[in-house]
């Protein structure tokens, strides 16, 4: 736990505490899982299991390993969990002002499909829902289907 902190601690203005971490991960569908080198945790993810979608609640990398694809290997193993029978998307929320946590995202083929107005209570700052779908994944959820009004706009 002291070095999941550490990396949440550098990795975030506003960070998780060791009680947040334990609250989440007390209940029945939340998992956490850890990148290490050797020993050292560089990296970690928590995310819950729903229905028809897994949700990261908190995923971060140490700063000095990033770009180096510890991030993009965790991405992978959440994603190969999907299947097309149960769960078909991957969610996460993302604050509007961590461009490298958007990009980062984007690369492993997740996209933005809507804006939570003041959803970080800690900063009244927006966040981005953004999803990644199972190939073959026609789940109609109000999450995956974005609307673009001003190309609707433009086109009426």
């Given at each position: 736990?002291?070095?999941?902190?550490?990396?949440?601690?550098?990795?975030?203005?506003?960070?998780?505490?060791?009680?947040?971490?334990?609250?989440?991960?007390?209940?029945?569908?939340?998992?956490?899982?850890?990148?290490?080198?050797?020993?050292?945790?560089?990296?970690?993810?928590?995310?819950?299991?729903h229905k028809?979608?897994?949700?990261?609640?908190?995923?971060?990398?140490?700063?000095?390993?990033?770009?180096?694809?510890?991030?993009?290997?965790?991405?992978?193993?959440?994603?190969?969990?999907?299947?097309?029978?149960?769960?078909?998307?991957?969610?996460?929320?993302?604050?509007?002002?961590?461009?490298?946590?958007?990009?980062?995202?984007?690369?492993?083929?997740?996209?933005?499909?809507?804006?939570?107005?003041?959803?970080?209570?800690?900063?009244?700052?927006?966040a981005f829902l953004?999803?990644?779908?199972?190939?073959?994944?026609?789940?109609?959820?109000?999450?995956?289907?974005?609307?673009?009004?001003?190309?609707?706009?433009?086109?009426?």
């Amino acid at each position: 736990m002291p070095e999941v902190l550490q990396t949440e601690q550098e990795s975030f203005e506003y960070s998780w505490t060791e009680e947040d971490f334990l609250r989440c991960l007390r209940q029945r569908n939340c998992i956490g899982m850890v990148a290490e080198q050797g020993e050292k945790v560089i990296g970690f993810m928590i995310y819950e299991l729903h229905k028809s979608k897994l949700h990261i609640m908190n995923f971060a990398v140490l700063p000095a390993y990033r770009r180096f694809g510890v991030g993009a290997q965790m991405a992978a193993k959440l994603i190969s969990k999907l299947s097309s029978h149960r769960r078909t998307r991957v969610t996460l929320a993302v604050r509007e002002t961590n461009l490298a946590a958007q990009l980062f995202f984007r690369v492993q083929g997740f996209r933005a499909t809507r804006v939570m107005r003041s959803y970080y209570e800690d900063s009244g700052e927006d966040a981005f829902l953004m999803h990644y779908s199972f190939a073959g994944d026609t789940a109609d959820d109000s999450d995956s289907e974005a609307v673009n009004r001003i190309s609707q706009f433009e086109e009426s």
